[in-house]
């Protein structure tokens, strides 16, 4: 069993920038993805970005590109979101989860393909 906390959510403006962080306990990550989703209100959960343990390999979603980066803490083993350049549609939940079989499939964003899901962290972005 995995079980993951997320934190670092909150109010931002425009342009601002958040970082979140994903603490896990449990089993390790060595062979697993870590990933990031967030859904709106009335939309569907969207995959933001992922990245594989081990590698540090990473993926982004198109829409934050170059504004959002992943990355891992070995030793806390712990995931960070650090989101700049913020805008009103980066607003949503934001849930981290684990893929225990990426070693297998390679990135995958469909938020089924993840077994082990956060409590989620509110993001909201406005002026």
């Known amino acids: 069993q995995v079980q993951l906390v997320e934190s670092g959510g909150g109010w931002a403006q425009p342009g601002d920038s958040l970082r979140l962080s994903c603490a896990a306990s449990?089993?390790?990550?060595?062979?697993?993805?870590v990933g990031w989703f967030r859904q709106a209100p009335g939309k569907e959960r969207e995959f933001v970005a992922a990245?594989?343990?081990?590698?540090?390999?990473?993926s982004y979603v198109d829409s934050v590109k170059g504004r959002f980066t992943i990355s891992r803490d070995n030793a806390m083993n712990t995931v960070a979101l650090q989101m700049n350049s913020l805008k009103p549609e980066d607003t949503a939940v934001y849930y981290c989860a684990v893929d225990p079989r990426s070693v297998y499939y390679g990135f995958r964003i469909a938020s089924q393909d993840y077994d082990y899901w956060g409590q989620g962290t509110q993001v909201t972005v406005s002026s």
């Open positions: 449990g089993r390790t990550f060595s062979n697993y993805a």
């Open positions: 990245i594989r343990w081990r590698s540090g390999v990473t």
